[in-house]
């Protein structure tokens, strides 16, 4: 019996797909949890819309992660840290200051997301990317300025 999977199920498939299983699995065990539903002409076209709507929702995030990667490369975010004598800097700049940073200027992004996940411990202007969506990269500014307070 070829069913459609309103969701993942494992060992059989994913959300969205027409799998073929035995009729009684299907009608005991996926129809009556509610994890498919039987392939019908209706049914089809229901999920012919729904990738529709999918693939038309994945293009607007897609957009907006374009527009706040442009909006990134022109930010610079501005960090003073401590550091002695010869430029050496007393601590470092971590992903979660730099996404703490971000939020004040209305970017939320996840931690998680940033791709150069190392400690900033230099003095100057270190670029950081970030992951915004499947194949957007943003690119941040970082400026650690020294203050001889040690």
Known sequence: MKVILKQDVKKVGK??????????YARNYLI???????ETKGS????????????????RMK????????TLSKLTLTFRVKSGKEG???????TKQIVEELRKHDIRVDK????????????????????LFKGVIGTINVKLVGSEDA
């Not at 009556?32 to 039987?38: E, K, T």
């Open 63 to 70: 957009a907006e992660a374009e527009k706040t990667a442009e």
């Open 112 to 131: 998680r997301k940033i791709i150069d996940t190392y400690p900033i411990q230099s003095l100057g202007t270190s670029k950081v990317r970030v992951e």
């Open 15 to 24: 959300k969205g797909e027409v799998v073929n299983v035995a009729d009684g």
């Open 88 to 94: 050496r800097v007393f601590g470092s700049v971590s």
């Open 44 to 59: 089809m076209e229901v999920l012919k819309e729904q990738k529709k709507e999918e693939a038309a929702e994945e293009a």
């Open 32 to 38: 009556a949890r509610g994890l498919a539903v039987a």
